[in-house]
């Protein structure tokens, strides 16, 4: 990343020892002869030397990351979709010593179809928007420079019980079907999304349900906080108190300490959205959603704030592709399209009326069920 006023940055060590994790069935199926291609001979003339852990099946990296001796690698990379990134933040997560791992530098070279985090971090780093080999060569060059900084992580609960850490977003309705319908084309790559979009278009459906949150900044006529924080959950259960920090039993997951359990209602300084239909719900913490959508141009690696998004029930299928059309420049919002709303926020909470439609958290499905983060 390109040093921005007010950051701080690490520097990888020269030789650099780097374990790579990669998925080759990403993408269109070509992430190891790319890496191999395009990758490796940069990383050797930057002393990064590499191990390829090649995986072979779902949840083969959370396994590996989760019980890896982490103190032999400087760095973990993963060539892949965002979807493995996902298991190899939530193994390390899963971790007895999470908080010392999660120091660990984590690079993302872009393996799969979307490749939303790596093209945010391509924008972010002031290069020019591109897509495919030059995406890679870019985030290798990164890699190569050897400069990391912080990102944010939000920790999202269910309804029953699930705990897990996301890093780029959480969604509900238009976007997530056309993600999770378009998997049976990922070897057309970035292509799939465009088809995805068209046949969810011609289907288009409303999901109704309740959408609450906690602005990052106070919007006019909500009641101020409460100065007695709401009691934390911890591990999906709320706990009693919340203790200093600096406190907590060694090894316990950070406590949520926005959040109330999920069968209260929201603190009454949160806002209710009015609206009870949905076409599309969104919070990202990047700036990209894929490669050639850039969602929240606002969006920083280390914001603090989660940028939600949600349309509501009523849009025409036109202005609804049209939103998508101007997202690939970032001007969705110059539309004014009174069906779409932004807000940062700090935390929401969706409850679906139905558990109908399809959720997804760094584009992996889940199930539809109430979920807060």
Partial sequence: LSPCPGDSYGVLPRPCRALVLLNPQSGAGRALEDFQAVVQPMLADADIATTVFVTERPHHAHERVRDEDLSQWDTLVVMAGDGLLYEVVNGLMERPDWEDAMKKPLCILPGGSGNALAASINHYAGNDHVAKKKLLTNCAFILCKGLHTQMDLVSLSTASGKRFFSFLGFGWGFISDVDIDSEKYRRLGNARFTLGTLQCLAKLRVYPGRLSYLPAVPEPGTPPASKDPPAPITNGQAGRIL???????????????????????????????????????????????????????????????????????????????????????????????????????????????????????????????????
């Fill in 243 to 373: 203790p200093p920090a600096g406190t907590e039993a060694a090894g316990a997951l950070p406590t949520d300490s926005l959040l109330v359990p999920l069968g209260q209602p929201v603190p009454a300084h949160w806002t209710v959205v009015p609206e009870e239909e949905f076409v599309s719900v969104y919070a990202i913490y990047q700036s990209h959603l894929g490669t050639n959508l850039l969602m929240a141009p606002e969006a920083r690696l280390h914001d603090g704030c989660m940028h939600l998004f949600y349309v509501k029930a009523g849009i025409s299928r036109v202005a609804l592709l049209k939103l998508f059309l101007a997202m690939a420049r970032g001007t969705h919002l110059d539309l004014n399209c009174p069906h779409l709303r932004y807000v940062p926020v700090r935390a929401f909470r969706l409850e679906p009326q139905t558990a109908a439609g399809i959720m997804t958290v760094d584009g992996e499905a889940l199930a539809c069920e109430p979920v807060q983060g």
